[in-house]
Protein backbone atom coordinates (compact mmCIF):
# COMPACT_ATOMS: atom_id res chain seq x y z
CA UNK A 1 0.00 0.00 0.00
CA UNK A 2 0.88 2.70 -0.90
CA UNK A 3 2.05 5.66 1.83
CA UNK A 4 3.03 9.30 1.49
CA UNK A 5 5.93 10.53 2.95
CA UNK A 6 4.14 13.61 4.16
CA UNK A 7 3.27 12.26 7.91
CA UNK A 8 3.41 15.07 10.43
CA UNK A 9 5.16 13.88 13.51
CA UNK A 10 8.06 12.33 10.61
CA UNK A 11 10.85 15.31 10.56
CA UNK A 12 10.23 15.16 14.65
CA UNK A 13 11.16 11.25 14.71
CA UNK A 14 14.66 11.52 13.99
CA UNK A 15 18.44 13.45 14.40
CA UNK A 16 19.83 12.46 11.80
CA UNK A 17 19.87 12.15 7.91
CA UNK A 18 21.92 9.35 5.72
CA UNK A 19 22.49 9.12 2.40
CA UNK A 20 22.40 6.03 0.26
CA UNK A 21 25.53 6.01 -2.27
CA UNK A 22 25.36 7.68 -4.68
CA UNK A 23 22.71 9.89 -5.44
CA UNK A 24 20.91 9.57 -2.36
CA UNK A 25 24.08 11.33 -0.55
CA UNK A 26 23.17 14.53 -2.59
CA UNK A 27 19.62 14.29 -1.55
CA UNK A 28 19.86 13.79 2.03
CA UNK A 29 22.20 16.84 1.92
CA UNK A 30 20.05 19.19 0.59
CA UNK A 31 17.24 17.65 2.72
CA UNK A 32 19.67 18.19 6.03
CA UNK A 33 20.86 21.36 5.39
CA UNK A 34 16.72 22.26 4.95
CA UNK A 35 16.09 20.55 7.73
CA UNK A 36 19.26 21.98 9.91
CA UNK A 37 19.89 18.35 10.84
CA UNK A 38 23.08 16.55 11.04
CA UNK A 39 24.38 15.07 7.75
CA UNK A 40 25.41 11.19 7.77
CA UNK A 41 26.50 9.25 4.62
CA UNK A 42 27.06 5.34 3.98
CA UNK A 43 29.97 3.68 2.07
CA UNK A 44 29.64 0.96 0.04
CA UNK A 45 32.22 -0.33 1.72
CA UNK A 46 34.18 0.04 4.76
CA UNK A 47 37.28 2.41 4.94
CA UNK A 48 40.85 0.47 5.21
CA UNK A 49 42.47 3.61 6.86
CA UNK A 50 41.81 6.15 9.39
CA UNK A 51 38.49 5.47 11.05
CA UNK A 52 37.59 2.60 8.95
CA UNK A 53 33.84 2.97 9.31
CA UNK A 54 31.46 2.89 6.88
CA UNK A 55 28.30 5.19 8.36
CA UNK A 56 31.09 9.34 8.05
CA UNK A 57 29.75 11.55 10.04
CA UNK A 58 28.34 12.18 13.61
CA UNK A 59 26.63 8.97 15.23
CA UNK A 60 26.04 8.69 18.63
CA UNK A 61 24.26 5.34 20.15
CA UNK A 62 20.52 5.86 20.18
CA UNK A 63 20.41 8.87 17.18
CA UNK A 64 17.71 7.96 15.53
CA UNK A 65 18.45 8.46 11.62
CA UNK A 66 16.47 8.75 9.01
CA UNK A 67 17.72 7.40 5.47
CA UNK A 68 17.36 8.53 2.27
CA UNK A 69 17.59 7.68 -1.26
CA UNK A 70 15.93 8.49 -5.04
CA UNK A 71 15.04 5.43 -6.19
CA UNK A 72 14.10 2.42 -4.40
CA UNK A 73 13.47 -0.57 -6.54
CA UNK A 74 14.09 -4.05 -4.11
CA UNK A 75 15.69 -1.88 -0.95
CA UNK A 76 19.09 -3.56 -1.16
CA UNK A 77 20.93 -0.81 -0.56
CA UNK A 78 18.51 1.16 1.86
CA UNK A 79 18.83 -2.29 3.86
CA UNK A 80 22.39 -2.32 4.05
CA UNK A 81 22.62 1.40 4.96
CA UNK A 82 20.36 0.75 7.49
CA UNK A 83 22.75 -2.41 8.63
CA UNK A 84 25.73 0.04 8.79
CA UNK A 85 24.11 2.48 10.72
CA UNK A 86 22.33 0.05 13.13
CA UNK A 87 25.76 -1.92 13.65
CA UNK A 88 27.08 1.65 15.15
CA UNK A 89 24.34 2.06 17.35
CA UNK A 90 21.83 4.29 15.43
CA UNK A 91 18.61 3.42 15.15
CA UNK A 92 16.50 3.00 11.72
CA UNK A 93 12.95 2.56 11.51
CA UNK A 94 12.61 4.49 8.26
CA UNK A 95 13.61 5.58 5.20
CA UNK A 96 12.19 8.15 2.35
CA UNK A 97 12.66 8.10 -1.16
CA UNK A 98 11.45 9.70 -4.67
CA UNK A 99 10.54 7.47 -6.49
CA UNK A 100 9.26 3.73 -5.62
CA UNK A 101 9.57 1.50 -8.40
CA UNK A 102 7.16 -1.14 -6.39
CA UNK A 103 9.61 -4.02 -7.21
CA UNK A 104 9.50 -5.66 -3.61
CA UNK A 105 11.00 -2.74 -1.75
CA UNK A 106 8.01 -1.95 0.63
CA UNK A 107 7.70 -5.55 1.74
CA UNK A 108 11.60 -6.31 1.86
CA UNK A 109 12.26 -3.13 4.17
CA UNK A 110 9.17 -4.06 6.40
CA UNK A 111 10.71 -7.63 6.80
CA UNK A 112 13.75 -5.62 8.14
CA UNK A 113 12.05 -3.16 9.99
CA UNK A 114 12.37 -0.22 8.29
CA UNK A 115 8.99 1.58 7.18
CA UNK A 116 9.00 3.00 3.66
CA UNK A 117 7.97 6.46 2.75
CA UNK A 118 7.53 7.54 -0.91
CA UNK A 119 6.89 10.76 -2.68
CA UNK A 120 5.91 8.67 -5.85
CA UNK A 121 5.05 5.49 -7.39
CA UNK A 122 6.00 3.74 -10.60
CA UNK A 123 1.88 3.33 -10.88
CA UNK A 124 1.19 6.86 -10.61
CA UNK A 125 3.63 8.11 -12.84
CA UNK A 126 2.37 5.38 -15.41
CA UNK A 127 -1.42 6.42 -14.83
CA UNK A 128 -0.42 10.27 -14.89
CA UNK A 129 1.03 9.97 -18.65
CA UNK A 130 -1.47 7.48 -19.76
CA UNK A 131 -3.88 10.61 -18.83
CA UNK A 132 -2.04 13.08 -20.47
CA UNK A 133 -1.57 11.05 -23.67
CA UNK A 134 1.92 10.89 -23.35
CA UNK A 135 1.87 6.77 -23.55
CA UNK A 136 -0.78 4.52 -25.01
CA UNK A 137 -2.36 1.49 -23.17
CA UNK A 138 0.02 -0.78 -24.30
CA UNK A 139 2.86 0.82 -22.86
CA UNK A 140 0.83 1.54 -19.56
CA UNK A 141 0.77 -2.40 -19.20
CA UNK A 142 3.89 -2.88 -19.80
CA UNK A 143 5.21 -0.59 -16.94
CA UNK A 144 2.57 -2.12 -14.89
CA UNK A 145 3.56 -5.61 -15.73
CA UNK A 146 6.50 -5.13 -14.05
CA UNK A 147 5.30 -3.84 -11.00
CA UNK A 148 5.04 -6.57 -8.04
CA UNK A 149 3.17 -4.23 -5.26
Not at 28 to 55: C, D, F, M, S, W
Not at 101 to 122: C, P, S, Y
Amino acid sequence: MYRSVVEPDLVKRFQRLAGVPTAGIAYAAVIALNLTKPLLYVRKEQKEHGRERRVEGLLQPGDKVLVLDDVVTTGKNILEAAEAIRAEGGIVDDAVVLLDRQQGAEENLQKKRVKLHAFTTMRRIADKLLNLGTIDEGQHKEILDQIIS
